[in-house]
Structure formats: structure tokens, C-alpha cells
């Protein structure tokens, strides 16, 4: 390893500033392209590192680094954590006054800033670009990346004017970053931008330490519950509903059940959405319940688990959503309750979406992928990471790979339940949803069923050999195959040109077999157990001493130092500030600000 003396400037400030010996993965090879001026577009896992990768070169080239980012609300605490470090950071956005942005607006002008953070729709702002022009720009990082593909989950109409940064300021590097991009949203994102030129940096999207579990939905709330419950208990997470009347039900729910747990959708007014935001990254061991409008940005290490509660719209989403836990490196759950009444909405959704037929294909199709996931009987992760063109092998850390599910031969099933609809259609000229569908099959002679004489079908009661649970699986997995169809506002089941090759016999159809276990939980949960036994009292102490300091300071925990740094020092026990100074996170300046209450709180 290189000393101090030889190190190049990028690895000494990562080194003083930071507290880190190495980069990972291609980090350095970006940071030093970008910092001797080049133009960089840069895929990389949410926790892999993105943020290092203009920070430095912002700190290496002279002049003041740009950032920008769509996440206004969150604009403060990636200040607050960057002067934790020393780094001289400030932002421009609507929530300051007049006296905070004269500021400022001073400080760039007089090269005093490392880094300004500012908002897309800013640069839209005359009097933003000349302010930009009687500075020294280093760079510009474009945070966020995505948001400028126009189909894509998180579109940001401003984001589709920053290729004029390129135009203003030629001799001026520009790094582009993303979390997650397809072939197709690089090459979007590549062309909006005007980096076509740059160089392209795609690292593995491969997080191995998240476990990823698909469950079959039966009460999700519940369910979700005896998950917390049972594995993580006191942890920081974030809980995804569809809807906003779902996110409080939800909310309220835990809350009843003795779990802190927070609200968060876009129906809150402004000041309880800030309140929540800040409490979640604040405290340990919050929970949020939120829409997919939450999420995009929070940079807070330790959530130990993201779960679904209802079906991502895509692969993309749930990569982006599930890719907010374990951000600190250590074992964290993703977790997603999946029925057939998801499927339904989802289909239902679609059909009745904004945009031309197009663009409702290309809906079409990431439901598509999103449902091939769910039903697949191999590696999770091998589909996902094949979605964004990466090949992987079986990762043993997912629930197929835990518990391998059975397939079976569920032919005679497909072709009882096609059987039905046809018969629905074709005999009455009618169309029903699963509910009525499954009650036939099941020889249940409820008002509905009386009332229609869809008791004298020649296929009522044929299927008493599943339960309800079993048929709604079949109808899903029918779905899933493109085997049957939704249709309309009621979500009536159709069949589709490929039904008919199942009830011609010419088709075989292989089902997954419903299994429902605990025997992943319970490897997540030994997986956790990372700590020493002796260094657990350490750990929860040096844990409350930085509650007690960041509570004091009005920042978030993870400001002060990572999980995973407390662990650390909690495990090798330092004696000397020089032991300290070795530790992974921690940099001269919280050497400086924070070592001798270590010391102490470690000795006490």
C-alpha cells in the first residue's frame, strides 16, 4: 500500500477526510478520470460508493463542485454530513430565505465551497447560471441520473435541460450517476445528457448482502408483522403500499402492535411528510410506511429491511426500492407479499395509464419481467441481475436458493380454471372476476353463484382438490404465463390466444407449488448475528452515546459515524486515538471532534 507521501492526492483525501485505506471496485479509476477533467456516466449499486465519486474530484480540482439533485428535502443532511467531515458544503433551493442564499451565493463567489448542492429546476433560473459564471466551477455531478429517461419510474421534466451544461461551460467535467439503469435507460440517459462521448463505468449491481424473499400474500399486514417481530426487531425500515389509504392502515396498524412507525405519501401536507423524513433519518429503529414517492436519495446506512407490500410496477422499482437497505454492507431482508389481486391491479393500472398503446407495451412488459421474478423456481438473483445484462451464478442468500420451491405439473388445474371462464363466456356470456371464478370451481353455492344458476355449470365443483389459496396461486401463475388476461374496470378474467393451446391439450403447464416456511428467516436472522458476543454491550453503549450526540447536534446518527464502524470499534477496542484513527469511517476531522468521547464512552 502506498505511504502518505506517495499516495496520489484522490487517495490521500479519501484517506484524511474520510477515513477509508481503499477504494473499491472501480471507484478510483473514476475518480481519477474525472479529476484530471474527464466526462464520466457511472451505474453503481445504491451503497457502492457513488457519492465518493465526484466528492473527491471536487476536492482534488480547484474551483467548487456542482452537484446536482432533485432531493431537496434531503439537501441539508448531505450537507451536514459532508461538514461532519470538514468539507466546507452548502445548497440552493426554495426552502432557504433570502439571508441563507445571500450567503451562500457569497461563499461560492469567493471560492469558499468544496461543494454546492443545487436543484434541476434552478439552472432553468437566469440569475442561477450567472451566479454559476462568477465563480470556478470543478465539475458538475448529475445526481440521480435516471430521472432524465422520460418513460422511466422516477422522470424529472428539468433534468431534460442539463445537456446545456455541457454548451455554458465546454471545458467543464461532468460525471452522471445512477443506482440502477436497462441497456435501453444507459443508452437514454447517455443521449439526453450529450455524454455519449464520456466514459461509461457499469459496476456489478449485485448487493449479496440483502436477502431477497417473495412471499405468497395472505393477511400482508400480519405477515409483515410477524416478520418484524421475529427478525428485526428495533430495526430501522421502509414499508412500500400502493396507496395512500394502505400507508395509513398500515401505519396504524404497527403503531397499535407496540412498532414506531410513521406515515409517509403525497396526500400529508409538506411539514408532517419534513417531520417523518427527519424522524426516519434522525432515530434509530423508526419505521416509515410510504408510497414509492419516498425513498430516492435517503442516504441512511443502517435500514436492516425494505418490504413490499404490494407489487412493484417493475424490476427497475424494486431494484431502486429494495436497494435502500443495507447501504452500510451488513445483512439486511427484502421482502415482498405477492397475490393475485396484485397482478389485477396492476394489469387494470395499465390499461387505463396515460400514454399512447407504446407506451402501455412497455408497461406491459415490465410487469412482465417483475412477475417473471416472483414465479421464478431459480436464484432470485440470477433473474435480477439478468435484467440488467449481468450474469451471475446461484447466490445462496435468497429464498428459492434457502428453501428451493417444487414445480409441478399443473396442466389439469390450468385447464379446470380455463375451462371455467370459457364456459362463463361462451355458454352465459358473462365475465367474472377470480372471486367468483374460484367459488365455482370450489362447488360453493354462494348468493352470487345462486343467483346467475352458475350452479348448473357442467364445471361447478371440479376443483375440490385445491383449496381457495391454491386456485387463486394457479390463476396468478396463468396470469404471470400470459396464459389468461384481465380486462376492464371490474378486472374480469379472459382468456387469450395462447388459453387455447392448454384446454386443446397441446400445452403442458408446470405451476411453482405454494410453500410457505420459516426456514429463510431463520437463516437471515443467524446471518445478522455479526457481533462478538463480549462486543454487544460495547456496541449498544457506543450506540447511545451517538443517539445522545446527533439528538444534541439536530443531525442524523449516521452523521456521527456507520453501524459498521461502531461495530468495528466496538470489536478491536481501541486504547489510543491513534487505534481510533485506524478504524474503517473514521477521518481526521471526527478524529478530532469525537475520538476522546469514544475513548471515554468505551472505557466507562
Known amino acids: 500500500?502506498?505511504?502518505?507521501?506517495?499516495?496520489?492526492?484522490?487517495?490521500?483525501?479519501?484517506?484524511?477526510?474520510?477515513?477509508?485505506?481503499?477504494?473499491?471496485?472501480?471507484?478510483?479509476?473514476?475518480?481519477?478520470?474525472?479529476?484530471?477533467?474527464?466526462?464520466?456516466?457511472?451505474?453503481?449499486?445504491?451503497?457502492?460508493?457513488?457519492?465518493?465519486?465526484?466528492?473527491?474530484?471536487?476536492?482534488?480540482?480547484?474551483?467548487?463542485?456542482?452537484?446536482?439533485?432533485?432531493?431537496?428535502?434531503?439537501?441539508?443532511?448531505?450537507?451536514?454530513?459532508?461538514?461532519?467531515?470538514?468539507?466546507?458544503?452548502?445548497?440552493?433551493?426554495?426552502?432557504?430565505?433570502?439571508?441563507?442564499?445571500?450567503?451562500?451565493?457569497?461563499?461560492?463567489?469567493?471560492?469558499?465551497?468544496?461543494?454546492?448542492?443545487?436543484?434541476?429546476?434552478?439552472?432553468?433560473?437566469?440569475?442561477?447560471?450567472?451566479?454559476?459564471?462568477?465563480?470556478?466551477?470543478?465539475?458538475?455531478?448529475?445526481?440521480?441520473?435516471?430521472?432524465?429517461?422520460?418513460?422511466?419510474?422516477?422522470?424529472?421534466?428539468?433534468?431534460?435541460?442539463?445537456?446545456?451544461?455541457?454548451?455554458?461551460?465546454?471545458?467543464?467535467?461532468?460525471?452522471?450517476?445512477?443506482?440502477?439503469?436497462?441497456?435501453?435507460?444507459?443508452?437514454?440517459?447517455?443521449?439526453?445528457?450529450?455524454?455519449?462521448?464520456?466514459?461509461?463505468?457499469?459496476?456489478?449491481?449485485?448487493?449479496?448482502?440483502?436477502?431477497?424473499?417473495?412471499?405468497?400474500?395472505?393477511?400482508?399486514?400480519?405477515?409483515?408483522?410477524?416478520?418484524?417481530?421475529?427478525?428485526?426487531?428495533?430495526?430501522?425500515?421502509?414499508?412500500?403500499?400502493?396507496?395512500?389509504?394502505?400507508?395509513?392502515?398500515?401505519?396504524?396498524?404497527?403503531?397499535?402492535?407496540?412498532?414506531?412507525?410513521?406515515?409517509?405519501?403525497?396526500?400529508?401536507?409538506?411539514?408532517?411528510?419534513?417531520?417523518?423524513?427527519?424522524?426516519?433519518?434522525?432515530?434509530?429503529?423508526?419505521?416509515?410506511?410510504?408510497?414509492?414517492a419516498f425513498g430516492m436519495g435517503i442516504d441512511k446506512p443502517d435500514v436492516r429491511f425494505v418490504a413490499h407490500l404490494d407489487l412493484p410496477k417493475s424490476v427497475e422499482g424494486y431494484y431502486q426500492e429494495t436497494g435502500r437497505a443495507g447501504r452500510d454492507g451488513l445483512p439486511s431482508t427484502a421482502w415482498l407479499a405477492y397475490g393475485l389481486q396484485d397482478v389485477v391491479q396492476q394489469r387494470k393500472l395499465i390499461d387505463q395509464s396515460d400514454g399512447d398503446d407504446a407506451h402501455r407495451r412497455r408497461q406491459s412488459q415490465h410487469l412482465d419481467a417483475m412477475l417473471a421474478l416472483c414465479e421464478t423456481v431459480e436464484c432470485r438473483r440470477v433473474q435480477l441481475l439478468a435484467y440488467f445484462g449481468q450474469e451471475s451464478t446461484a447466490c445462496g442468500n435468497c429464498d428459492t436458493c434457502l428453501t428451493p420451491p417444487e414445480s409441478w405439473d399443473g396442466t389439469i388445474a390450468a385447464q379446470k380454471l380455463l375451462s371455467t371462464i370459457y364456459r362463463l363466456q361462451r355458454e352465459r356470456r358473462q365475465k367474472f372476476g377470480a372471486g367468483q371464478v374460484i367459488d365455482i370451481l370450489l362447488g360453493r353455492k354462494t348468493a352470487k353463484v345462486i343467483q346467475h344458476d352458475h350452479d348448473t355449470l357442467t364445471v361447478f365443483g371440479i376443483g375440490e382438490e385445491l383449496s381457495e389459496s391454491g386456485w387463486r396461486g394457479v390463476a396468478r401463475q396463468l396470469l404471470a404465463q400470459g396464459l389468461l388476461a384481465v380486462e376492464g374496470d371490474y378486472g374480469t378474467l379472459v382468456l387469450t390466444d395462447a388459453s387455447a393451446s392448454v384446454l386443446r391439450k397441446e400445452r403442458t403447464v408446470l405451476l411453482r407449488r405454494e410453500k410457505v416456511t420459516k426456514a429463510a428467516a431463520k437463516t437471515a436472522k443467524k446471518?445478522?448475528?455479526?457481533?462478538?458476543?463480549?462486543?454487544?454491550?460495547?456496541?449498544?453503549?457506543?450506540?447511545?452515546?451517538?443517539?445522545?450526540?446527533?439528538?444534541?447536534?439536530?443531525?442524523?446518527?449516521?452523521?456521527?459515524?456507520?453501524?459498521?464502524?461502531?461495530?468495528?470499534?466496538?470489536?478491536?477496542?481501541?486504547?489510543?486515538?491513534?487505534?481510533?484513527?485506524?478504524?474503517?469511517?473514521?477521518?481526521?476531522?471526527?478524529?478530532?471532534?469525537y475520538g476522546q468521547q469514544v475513548l471515554d464512552t468505551l472505557s466507562g
Not at 451544461?165 to 447517455?190: G, M, Q
Not at 407496540?258 to 419534513?274: C, E, F, K
Open 1 to 292: 500500500m502506498a505511504s502518505l507521501e506517495t499516495a496520489s492526492p484522490a487517495l490521500e483525501v479519501l484517506r484524511r477526510v474520510f477515513g477509508y485505506d481503499s477504494f473499491r471496485g472501480e471507484q478510483e479509476t473514476i475518480v481519477e478520470h474525472v479529476a484530471s477533467g474527464g466526462d464520466a456516466l457511472v451505474l453503481m449499486p445504491t451503497g457502492g460508493g457513488k457519492s465518493l465519486c465526484y466528492q473527491i474530484p471536487a476536492l482534488v480540482r480547484p474551483g467548487v463542485g456542482i452537484v446536482i439533485s432533485p432531493l431537496i428535502a434531503l439537501m441539508q443532511d448531505q450537507v451536514d454530513a459532508l461538514n461532519a467531515l470538514g468539507v466546507q458544503a452548502g445548497f440552493l433551493n426554495s426552502s432557504q430565505d433570502f439571508e441563507e442564499r445571500r450567503l451562500t451565493e457569497a461563499m461560492y463567489q469567493a471560492g469558499e465551497l468544496d461543494l454546492l448542492y443545487l436543484a434541476p429546476e434552478r439552472l432553468r433560473v437566469p440569475a442561477t447560471l450567472d451566479l454559476l459564471d462568477r465563480g470556478r466551477i470543478a465539475l458538475f455531478a448529475i445526481d440521480e441520473a435516471h430521472c432524465v429517461a422520460q418513460w422511466g419510474h422516477d422522470f424529472r421534466p428539468d433534468y431534460l435541460g442539463l445537456s446545456e451544461l455541457h454548451e455554458r461551460w465546454p471545458k467543464v467535467p461532468r460525471i452522471a450517476l445512477t443506482a440502477t439503469a436497462t441497456k435501453a435507460t444507459h443508452a437514454e440517459i447517455a443521449s439526453r445528457l450529450k455524454l455519449d462521448d464520456a466514459r461509461h463505468f457499469v459496476a456489478s449491481f449485485d448487493r449479496p448482502n440483502i436477502q431477497y424473499r417473495i412471499v405468497p400474500k395472505a393477511e400482508p399486514k400480519k405477515q409483515l408483522l410477524d416478520l418484524l417481530r421475529t427478525e428485526h426487531k428495533g430495526d430501522a425500515g421502509i414499508v412500500y403500499c400502493l396507496s395512500r389509504s394502505s400507508v395509513e392502515k398500515t401505519a396504524e396498524f404497527l403503531v397499535a402492535n407496540g412498532i414506531d412507525a410513521v406515515p409517509y405519501h403525497a396526500g400529508l401536507d409538506s411539514r408532517t411528510r419534513a417531520e417523518n423524513q427527519a424522524r426516519f433519518l434522525r432515530e434509530d429503529g423508526l419505521i416509515v410506511v410510504a408510497t414509492i
Open 527 to 593: 446471518a445478522a448475528v455479526e457481533l462478538p458476543a463480549e462486543a454487544e454491550p460495547l456496541f449498544e453503549r457506543l450506540r447511545a452515546w451517538r443517539a445522545a450526540t446527533a439528538k444534541e447536534q439536530g443531525v442524523p446518527a449516521y452523521v456521527i459515524f456507520h453501524d459498521a464502524t461502531l461495530r468495528e470499534i466496538a470489536t478491536s477496542s481501541p486504547q489510543t486515538l491513534e487505534e481510533l484513527g485506524r478504524v474503517s469511517g473514521v477521518g481526521e476531522n471526527k478524529l478530532a471532534k
